[in-house]
């Protein structure tokens, strides 16, 4: 059965405490990316990954950081840097071409206490 | 720096009406264009995918179209269900530069939240 998953789906943080959202997919994409999105608003693009061992910062990088040490997994650590964490966390994968379509996971809901 | 902006923020029709969702871009230079459908608080799904050189796609009783030059697109739904109640985001995916970049930067607008009530 293939496709994306996110753990845990609800995560709560301490202020100061760092956290690491899991994603793994095993559709053998190449590119993995993910977004974090607000209430009201469109997904804004944090971090994306073409390849293993290589990764890009998005629009909204700052306090965040990423891993991509195999092909299936790009797990997000939202550090105590980020000064807003609160939202809903997205990961999504896709075959390494500009014209192919990203597939999403469930999303993980951040909540900081 | 691209811009993405949906019309209408939210939308509610009742069940059998053919509705029109509009997507618009600021910068015309993308390789395609994407509409994506999000239940609440779940994740995305994709409808349908437009290439630059597309003028339209169709899967079932929905059809995007893709004016590029313009700036933007619509997602028509034919024959509205209360199964459609979800919210509708759109996404463009820009050219990519000589170091590739660019490669898999969305950038999606704000959605339209659409209500179908029997």
């Known amino acids: 059965d293939g496709g994306i998953t996110q753990s845990p789906k609800y995560l709560f943080r301490k202020e100061g405490q760092n956290v690491t959202l899991s994603c793994e997919q095993n559709?053998?994409?190449?590119?993995m990316y993910w977004y974090r999105q607000d209430p009201g608003q469109g997904l804004r693009l944090i971090y994306y990954?073409?390849?293993?061992?290589?990764?890009q910062k998005g629009d909204i990088a700052e306090g965040y950081s990423v891993s991509r040490e195999k092909k299936e997994s790009f797990p997000l650590t939202v550090t105590s840097a980020q000064k807003n964490p609160t939202a809903f966390y997205l990961c999504?994968?896709?075959?390494?071409?500009?014209?192919?379509?990203?597939?999403f996971g469930p999303g993980t809901r951040l909540t900081v206490l | 720096k691209q811009e993405v902006t949906q019309i209408p923020a939210a939308l509610s029709v009742p069940e059998g009406e053919n509705l029109v969702l509009n997507c618009s871009f600021t910068d015309s230079a993308i390789y395609n264009l994407q509409w994506f459908r999000q239940d609440p608080g779940k994740g995305l799904t994709s409808l349908l995918l437009?290439?630059?050189?597309?003028r339209e796609q169709t899967s079932g009783r929905l059809n995007a179209s893709l004016d590029k030059s313009s700036g933007r697109s619509t997602l028509y739904i034919a024959a509205s269900q209360p199964g459609d109640s979800a919210t509708y985001l759109c996404a463009v995916r820009p050219l990519g530069d000589a170091g590739g970049t660019s490669y898999g930067k969305l950038t999606f607008g704000q959605g339209t939240i659409l209500t179908v009530h029997p």
């Open positions: 559709l053998n994409h190449d590119a």
């Open positions: 437009i290439q630059s050189s597309q």
């Open positions: 999504a994968s896709s075959w390494s071409g500009e014209t192919d379509t990203q597939y």
């Open positions: 990954s073409q390849i293993v061992n290589d990764f």
